[in-house]
C-alpha cells in the first residue's frame, strides 16, 4: 500500500522537478561550482532539485530516509526502513556543456530491497520505470529481457575514462568488442545496457545515487549487475561498477576482468 502512495507521489514530483530544470535551462544565471574535481560539478539547479524532494518526502513521509547526492539528506549507514536513493542530476557535465542527455534518477529501497525505480531522461523525453517482478518499462512500454547469447564480438560497450586508467584490461575488452559508447552519464548508460542499445557498461567509481535507480531496472530486464571482480554490489557504498547483458557478462569476467 505504500508503494502506490509513493509510485503515485514520486511521479508527481518527478514531473514537477523535470519542468522546473527545463525552465531553468533557458536561464543564463545557472551558477556551476566544482566539487571533489574541476570535472565534478554541481549547480543551483541540482541542489533546488535536491531539496524540493527532500522537503516533500519529510512532508508526506516523515519517517523515510533521503540519500542524495547534494546532502539534503542524511548519511546512511544501516539499510532499514524506506530509503529515497537520489541524484537529482546525474550527468550535470552534459547539463552544463550540452544542456541533454542528463537525467534525475531516484530510486525507492525497502528494507535494502530495490523496489520501485525511476530515470527521467528530461530533454530525451524517456521516462524510465520499474517495479521489482512486475517489468520495467520505458514511456509505459516494456522493455523486453535481455538476451543471454549475445557475445563480445557483437557488443558495443561502454567504458569510461578512469575505468581505462584503473583496470587497464579494459582496453583489451574495446579490441574485442563491436565498438565503443561514451554518454557522461551513468544513470543513462546503465538504461543503455537495460535497452540492449549497449551491451556492458563498466566504471571506476560510481556513488549509490549514481546506480541506485539504474541497477534496479536494469535487473528487473535481466541485465547482470556487480564490482568489476564479479561480488556483489550494495547500493550504500562508492565504488566501480559493473553491468552487462547475461551472456556479455559472463565473457568478461571470464576472458578479461575476472584474470
Ligand atoms: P554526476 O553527473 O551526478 O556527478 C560521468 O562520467 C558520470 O559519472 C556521471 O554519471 C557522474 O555523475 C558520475 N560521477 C560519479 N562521481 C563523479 C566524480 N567524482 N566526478 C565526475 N563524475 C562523477
Ligand atoms: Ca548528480
Request: aromatic share 8%.
Amino acid at each position: 500500500m505504500v508503494l502506490e502512495k509513493i509510485d503515485q507521489l514520486a511521479r508527481e514530483w518527478l514531473e514537477e522537478a523535470g519542468n522546473r530544470i527545463f525552465m531553468a535551462l533557458e536561464q543564463t544565471n545557472i551558477e556551476v561550482e566544482a566539487k571533489s574535481d574541476r570535472n565534478d560539478l554541481v549547480t543551483n539547479v541540482d541542489k533546488s532539485t535536491e531539496r524540493y524532494f527532500a522537503e516533500k518526502i519529510a512532508e508526506h513521509f516523515p519517517d523515510h530516509r533521503l540519500l542524495g547526492e547534494e546532502g539534503y539528506g542524511e548519511e546512511i549507514t544501516s539499510l532499514e526502513g524506506v530509503i529515497w536513493v537520489l541524484d537529482p542530476i546525474d550527468g550535470t557535465v552534459n547539463f552544463v556543456e550540452q544542456k541533454r542527455n542528463f537525467a534525475i534518477s531516484l530510486g525507492i529501497y525497502k528494507e535494502g530491497i530495490g523496489e520501485l525505480a525511476y530515470i527521467y531522461d528530461i530533454i530525451g523525453g524517456e521516462f524510465y520505470f520499474a517495479k521489482r517482478g512486475e517489468g520495467a518499462f520505458v514511456n509505459d512500454v516494456e522493455i523486453p529481457k535481455l538476451s543471454a547469447d549475445k557475445k563480445l564480438e557483437d557488443a558495443l560497450v561502454i567504458i569510461n575514462t578512469a575505468a581505462m586508467h584503473k583496470f587497464p584490461q579494459t582496453l583489451a575488452i574495446i579490441k574485442e568488442a563491436r565498438g565503443l559508447r561514451l554518454y557522461g552519464a551513468a544513470t543513462l548508460e546503465y538504461m543503455a545496457v537495460a535497452t540492449g542499445r549497449a551491451d556492458a557498461y563498466i566504471s571506476a567509481n560510481l556513488a549509490p545515487w549514481d546506480i541506485g535507480a539504474g541497477k534496479i531496472i536494469a535487473e528487473e530486464v535481466g541485465a547482470i549487475v556487480t564490482r568489476v571482480d564479479g561480488t556483489p554490489m550494495t547500493i550504500t557504498e562508492k565504488g566501480a561498477s559493473f553491468v552487462a547483458s547475461p551472456g556479455v557478462h559472463a565473457e568478461i569476467l571470464r576472458d578479461y576482468l575476472g584474470k
